[in-house]
């Protein structure tokens, strides 16, 4: 707990973050190379799906990002909202741009491998359906933080917008299913099989490591950048008020 | 309860007196269904097996479009901040607000249902299915709604944003909705029911706690 609030102060949490950044970044990087060596050489094609299996090495962590952005997302609003901890409310901001990217970049590799795989670019498959209404509740949680002038506000209602939103999600992935089962077209094919190997699945470990570093990464470079901004801010504001002799509102 | 019955009253009071615009919404989803069968053409087979869908679609999006108005006159002329002040707990006035959004928005759309399902052909026996899907799914559009409108009663021009931040979240409702009416193919429709009776009973925890707390931090 004492780790939590030492860092609540943005100067240290400067001091922490500005060398952390590039060894995240390079972590990221080089568990990429070696997850991608692995994907593209080292692994067996599959005996159903052919090549276009290792589309999977970059469709399966974007999608786990998805999902654990969001949880990030909510639980760094609930930080903010209970605790009124100052950077909580910034890494739930700063996480929410890097979800959205992260579950487009799913719901597009799902696409490209859909094409080859199911015959269509899209299908109102279940994942597919309920990835897509994430994509929507982290475009509305974005959308709010926009729309709201001042920040202290705008962080407590985008707060609540997060909560709500987690804990609405595994209703509609439930109420989703449900549906895809009722309307399920019969030309789909499921191609998953019943367990993975390991010599997929260790390529597939070293991306999602791959992925959550450079999650890490552009994290500490977003909040930084937002900090940032909000220093400027309060710093042409006092600027404007010596100049001025008018205390701004 | 009194404080409950208080706004309610007046609330229904201010939406079907004049100027309140409450029948608008029942023309809005009229007119909504008609946009429905002139896109999709006069085909009366593929309109009767469309019809409760369709129905249910209209109810929706007559839902959203009335949204903005929960909170936003009471919040410019200043009785949300006497609603504030005097309403113990909060929890209770949210509620209240969203239960004449329901009396003054769901229930004359429910009512016109059935004739707009004779124009579309919705089959005969299909008529009661639909009247109680929405008549148990349509509180938990408008509980989910008055919290999209909580959320945004400090916005000038909330409209769209509502939309967007509420949408998503009507998805259950909907898919349970549409299949306790019976659906294209009318499978399931009794346990399709059930959760939409749990969809609108889970709504109403989470929409009354996140919704009051919405009301305060907008409100100082």
């Not at chain 1, 987690?166 to 009722?182: G, K, M, Q, T, Y």
């Not at chain 2, 999209?148 to 009507?170: D, E, F, N, Q």
Request: charged fraction near 10%; aromatic fraction near 10%; glycine fraction near 6%.
């Amino acid at each position: 707990m004492a780790f939590i609030t030492d860092y609540a102060n943005p100067e240290k949490f400067e001091r922490l973050a500005r060398p952390l950044t590039p060894v995240l970044a390079s972590l990221a990087a080089a568990l990429a190379a070696l997850g991608l060596y692995f994907a593209l050489f080292n692994s067996p094609a599959d005996y159903q799906q052919g090549e276009s299996v290792r589309i999977m090495y970059v469709h399966v962590p974007a999608a786990w990002m998805a999902l654990f952005c969001y949880t990030a997302m909510a639980a760094a609003s609930a930080a903010g909202f209970i605790w009124k901890h100052p950077l909580a409310d910034v890494a739930a901001k700063t996480t929410a741009p890097i979800g959205a990217v992260f579950t487009a970049l799913a719901l597009i590799t799902g696409s490209l491998w859909g094409k080859p795989m199911w015959g269509t670019w899209w299908a109102w498959d279940a994942r597919l359906t309920s990835v897509l209404i994430l994509f929507f509740l982290y475009l509305g949680y974005i959308a709010i933080w926009e729309a709201i002038e001042d920040k202290t506000r705008a962080a407590k209602i985008a707060a609540i917008v997060a909560i709500v939103g987690f804990v609405n999600v595994p209703i509609i992935r439930f109420s989703v299913d449900w549906w895809n089962s009722l309307h399920q077209p019969a030309s789909v094919i499921r191609a998953d099989g019943p367990s993975i190997h390991s010599s997929m699945l260790t390529p597939l470990l070293l991306m999602g490591a791959a992925y959550m570093a450079a999650y890490a990464a552009m994290l500490l470079v977003s909040m930084r950048t937002e900090l940032a901004a909000r220093r400027l801010a309060r710093l042409e504001r006092l600027q404007s008020e010596r100049v001025s002799g008018v205390r701004a509102e | 309860m009194t404080a409950f019955a208080a706004i309610v009253s007046r609330d229904v009071r201010l939406a079907f007196r004049a100027g309140g615009g409450s029948l608008q919404g029942a023309l809005f989803f009229a007119i909504a269904a008609l946009i429905f069968a002139l896109a999709i053409g006069a085909d009366i087979a593929i309109l009767s097996r469309l019809a409760a869908p369709i129905l249910w679609a209209c109810a929706l999006l007559s839902t959203l479009v009335s949204l903005e108005r929960i909170f936003q006159a009471d919040a410019e002329d200043g009785s949300l901040d006497v609603i504030v002040e005097t309403a113990d707990p909060l929890e209770v006035a949210f509620l209240a607000k969203a239960a004449a959004h329901w009396l003054t928005a769901s229930l004359p759309l429910i009512v016109a249902a059935p004739v707009i399902g004779v124009l579309l052909n919705l089959p005969a026996e299909r008529f009661a299915p639909l009247i109680v899907s929405l008549l148990v799914g349509t509180p938990a559009l408008s509980l989910i709604g008055a919290l999209g409108a909580a959320l945004t009663l400090s916005l000038k021009r909330a409209g769209v944003l509502v939309t967007i931040l509420v949408a998503p979240l009507y998805a259950p409702a909907l898919i349970f909705g549409v299949a306790a009416s019976g659906g294209p193919d009318a499978p399931m429709a009794a346990s399709a029911l059930l959760f939409l009776g749990a969809a609108t009973m889970f709504s109403l925890i989470i929409a009354t706690l996140a919704g009051a707390a919405a009301i305060r931090m907008n409100m100082n």
